[in-house]
């Protein structure tokens, strides 16, 4: 069964520094996300990304972050500078088409220190 | 503003037994869609359920079904037979289909614990 994957599963880093993230959604997929969960609360939508361009952004993706399409498999997010709040789990998702449900990685867990 | 309450933070429930958890869901838009997923203790978030705004009969899918009631803008997830591996945190997510939303929002989730 497809799936959507995720590299790293775990990825520390020291504040300041850039990190990618990076995800390979399923590959009939158009729609695709990125969610974060601080450890302990709710799962928060970051943004969300279709025919090449961000579609919607919360208010947590800031200028610190991007992201790319770069070669029509991978998605990936970038933290410019990061900051000990960003320390959270990270999960990709996509979707087939609009509508129907979304299918998330297995997340990249990020610790800031 | 679309906002998901999830009122139990815990729940425990004996193996084989049915559990009902609570979901209410607060939105403008017309046309909406109602989701749960599991988070076991690996982390990773496992669809489990859907349920449109529009659909008529409540939805189910194996050992889960949705207790869909729109008046009073609720959706109960029912887990019938419960297994020890049911123990995970469980999450109810909305998503607007009006205005071009697509984004899922979550409730704070309800860690279910399944005894034998």
């Known amino acids: 069964e497809p799936e959507v994957t995720q590299t790293p599963s775990h990825q520390v880093t020291q504040m300041g520094q850039e990190v990618i993230l990076r995800c390979v959604p399923i590959s009939n997929h158009l729609y695709f996300y990125w969610y974060r969960q601080i450890l302990g609360q709710k799962v928060e939508f970051l943004v969300s990304?279709?025919?090449?361009?961000?579609?919607?952004k919360s208010e947590i993706f800031d200028d610190q972050f991007s992201v790319e399409r770069p070669d029509g498999s991978n998605f990936t997010l970038k933290i410019r500078s990061t900051k000990l709040e960003d320390s959270a789990m990270y999960f990709c998702?996509?979707?087939?088409?609009?509508?129907?449900?979304?299918?998330f990685g297995p997340g990249t867990r990020l610790t800031v220190t | 503003a679309q906002k998901i309450t999830q009122t139990q933070p815990g729940m425990f429930v004996q193996e084989k037994e049915a559990v009902t958890l609570d979901c209410t869901y607060d939105?403008?838009?017309?046309?909406?869609?109602l989701f749960w997923y599991k988070q076991p203790s690996s982390g990773e978030m496992i669809f489990l359920i859907y349920q449109g705004s529009y659909d008529q009969q409540n939805a189910t899918e194996g050992r889960y079904s949705l207790n869909f009631q729109k008046a009073r803008k609720s959706a109960n997830l029912v887990i019938s037979a419960s297994q020890l591996g049911d123990s995970a945190m469980y999450f109810c997510?909305?998503?607007?289909?009006?205005?071009?939303?697509?984004?899922?929002?979550f409730g704070t989730g309800t860690r279910l614990q399944v005894f034998p």
């Open positions: 990304f279709y025919n090449n361009e961000i579609s919607e």
């Open positions: 939105t403008s838009d017309p046309s909406y869609g």
């Open positions: 997510a909305m998503r607007g289909r009006s205005y071009n939303t697509d984004k899922l929002i």
């Open positions: 998702a996509s979707m087939r088409d609009r509508g129907l449900e979304q299918y």
